[in-house]
């Protein structure tokens, strides 16, 4: 499986992105996928996910502003961010893993496939 990342740019707070994170191999319409990012000097940190079932969950500092979703036609997963702040800046990246689980995302650690990162930066 391989994974890649896209849509990532510089824009001014409050502003919207959506990066996308297309997928290449087998069957991935029940697989988890997560999106991560790393900010400058800091460690990587989960972001959002959609579990096998289609589940989703968020880190709480960008609930009611990014949302997760699979366009399983498409092999591909979005993430959409509205009123991104900057504090948001980081290099995002995808991820995902065969179903091991129905309706909770894996672990940081277990997710088996990785992809590069797309750079988010948000600066007026």
């Known amino acids: 499986v391989q994974l890649q990342a896209s849509g990532g740019g510089l824009v001014q707070p409050g502003d919207s992105l959506t990066l996308s994170c297309t997928a290449s191999?087998?069957?991935?319409?029940?697989?988890?996928f997560g999106w991560f990012r790393q900010a400058p000097g800091k460690e990587r940190e989960g972001v959002a996910c959609i579990s096998s079932d289609g589940s989703t969950y968020y880190k709480d500092s960008v609930k009611g502003r990014f949302i997760i979703s699979k366009d399983n036609a498409k092999n591909t997963v979005y993430l959409r961010m509205i009123g991104l702040k900057p504090e948001d800046t980081a290099v995002y990246s995808c991820?995902?893993?065969?179903?091991?689980?129905?309706?909770?995302?894996?672990?940081?650690?277990?997710?088996?496939?990785w992809g590069q990162g797309t750079l988010v930066t948000v600066s007026s």
């Open positions: 991820a995902t893993d065969p179903p091991r689980y129905a309706s909770s995302c894996p672990k940081e650690t277990e997710y088996t496939y």
């Open positions: 191999g087998s069957n991935l319409d029940y697989y988890a």
